[in-house]
């Protein structure tokens, strides 16, 4: 019989289009040419805007921490925590998104993730010192860590299966403009005012998405009376953050820590704990996390593409500017500003590669990005003292053009085939990856960057860190391959 549809959006409802809307009995949604209403536009551009904002403070951080240690009196060490106790967590609180968005409404979840985010922006620009401006920090990250899980599973739960890509395309202006622009905007405002301006003018941007996210933002989809596992979350903590505060200490400092790897060994312990943790409430239906997502093969291959993908990102967020201020001696600005015109290339041609992914399918977008990402990754690994800017400029947009024709691709590939039931955990899923990739290349290169530079110097050191994401990066080839277009889940699957 088939699903009722008589029940249409109420005044504070928005439904799925009759090509998404899960069906009482989990039905696949089916390929169409249906447009998205104008809720449903609404809807989402509200939640893009969210995300750019949140991801966009994410990165302003990074090159003003020198300033930090001068004006509040903090070492080095100390002034780091304002990025490892946002990643941390980000790492956290990721994979608890899941059962958020399950239990509570779009609208609900929106208010929540914006109103930590502004909560803690106005923190951070009022903070006496460090301790608060740490705390306004983790209440911000609470923020981000909702967003972009929302955004991902309102997406599926709205847009058409024949439209997915085109939709995904335009979050790639979200998560590859934003964090493009942040060190140029952040030097940009340390140029010319206090650091406090960098959450000033962060936050009435951050107060007007909440304002139109709480005049025009209607909830989809139906809540879940899902019951929340204590355990699941107390394991969280251990699991996630130990895993990402290890490999980022690993990295840091250039070799393996002892606390590092204490951390480390106690993240991998509860992780496997996590996991198992999850497989037995799966049969009771009641995971935090519901790992059946990777029983859809294209899920599986597109989230180890992601992996290798965010991995040899890092080469170029963590090692290109380490070249260019400590081999080149550019200024923060000036190292902005050469990484820009990536970050925006990856950015603007992201709808135009969603709408070429809708028409011509995943393999050949994917195989052609992975080996762009190889060849400029070899090519960053000849960088010496002497090779122009302009070539590091045009390479650094080869590779981002590189990772654009992988991201969009692989979001959408990996999350089409899952049934609704499944949309939020998938998309906790792929961010709570990303984060332990980027912890895991930020560890991985730095430390073969530190090491080689200590006995070689730092030209060596940066061949050989490239290098290595170079071959790393081979792997995204073989991954490429195996791509295969997708279509909506065919039956309640994962059951």
């Known amino acids: 019989m088939p ?8 005044s504070d409802r928005v439904p799925a289009t009759q090509a998404t809307r899960p069906s009482a009995v989990g039905t696949a949604p089916a390929a169409g040419p249906e447009k998205l209403s104008p809720q449903s536009v609404t809807v989402i551009a509200t939640l893009l805007v969210a995300t750019f904002v949140v991801i966009l403070n994410e990165t302003i951080m990074n090159v003003a921490l020198q300033r930090l240690m001068a004006d509040l009196r903090v070492d080095a060490p100390t002034v780091q925590w304002l990025s490892t106790g946002f990643m941390l967590t980000m790492a956290v609180v ?25 909560a803690g922006t106005l923190l951070a620009a009022l903070a006496p010192g460090f301790e608060v401006l740490l705390l306004a ?41 934003a964090p493009a622009m942040g060190p140029t905007v952040s030097g940009l405002i340390l140029q010319h005012f ?15 998405a909440f304002a139109i996210g709480a005049k025009f933002l209607r909830n989809i989809g139906e809540n879940e009376k899902t019951r929340l596992d204590a355990l699941s979350v107390v394991l969280t903590v251990p699991a996630f953050g130990g895993v990402v505060y290890g490999l980022s200490q ?47 093969r294209m899920f599986t291959v597109s989230i180890l593409l992601l992996v290798v993908a965010m991995i040899a990102l890092f080469g170029a967020v963590i090692l290109l500017p380490l070249y260019l201020q400590e081999i080149r001696g550019l200024k923060s600005l000036e190292t902005g500003l050469v990484l820009l015109p990536g970050g925006l290339a990856m ?20 195989v052609t990005g992975s080996t762009l ?10 960088l010496d003292a002497g090779t122009p800017v302009g070539w590091i400029i045009g390479l650094h947009v080869a590779l981002s053009l590189g990772l654009a024709l992988l991201f969009t691709p692989a979001f959408t590939t990996g999350l089409n085939p899952l049934p609704p039931h499944l949309y939020s955990h998938g998309s906790a899923i792929m961010s709570t990856l990303q984060q332990v ?25 940066m061949h050989a860190a490239f290098l290595t994401a170079a071959g790393i990066a081979l792997a995204a080839v073989v991954l490429s391959v195996l791509m295969r277009k997708t279509d909506g889940a065919a039956a309640p699957g994962g059951h």
């Not at 950015?347 to 994917?366: A, E, N, Q």
């Not at 990402?373 to 000849?382: H, I, K, N, T, Y």
């Open 437 to 461: 990739a980027g912890a895991a290349g930020t560890a991985l290169l730095v430390s073969i960057f530190a090491a080689v530079s200590a006995a070689a110097g730092l030209v060596a050191g």
């Open 194 to 208: 206090s650091w406090r301006f960098m959450f000033v003018f962060v936050l009435p941007i951050a107060l007007l």
């Open 347 to 366: 950015g603007l041609l992201g709808p135009v590669i969603g709408r070429l992914f809708d028409r011509v399918g995943p393999l050949p977008l994917t």
């Open 373 to 382: 990402m190889v060849l400029a990754l070899w090519q960053f690994s000849r």
């Open 137 to 177: 920090r983790i209440v911000q990250a609470g923020g981000t860590a909702i967003m972009l899980p929302l955004l991902m599973t309102t997406i599926l739960t709205l847009v058409p299966v024949s439209r997915r890509g085109a939709v995904m395309g335009n979050v790639s202006i979200a998560i590859s403009v």
């Open 250 to 296: 690993i990295g840091g400092k250039g070799g393996a820590a002892a606390p590092a790897v204490v951390a480390l060994g106690i993240g991998v312990v509860a992780l496997l704990a996590f996991v198992l943790r999850q497989l037995r409430l799966q049969k009771r239906e009641a995971p935090l996390l519901d790992l059946r997502a990777f029983r859809f």
């Open 94 to 118: 990721i994979p608890t998104t899941g059962f958020i968005l399950q239990r509570l409404s779009t609208r609900a979840v929106f208010m929540l993730a914006m109103g930590l985010f502004s």
């Open 3 to 10: 699903p009722d549809t008589s029940q249409a959006a109420t």
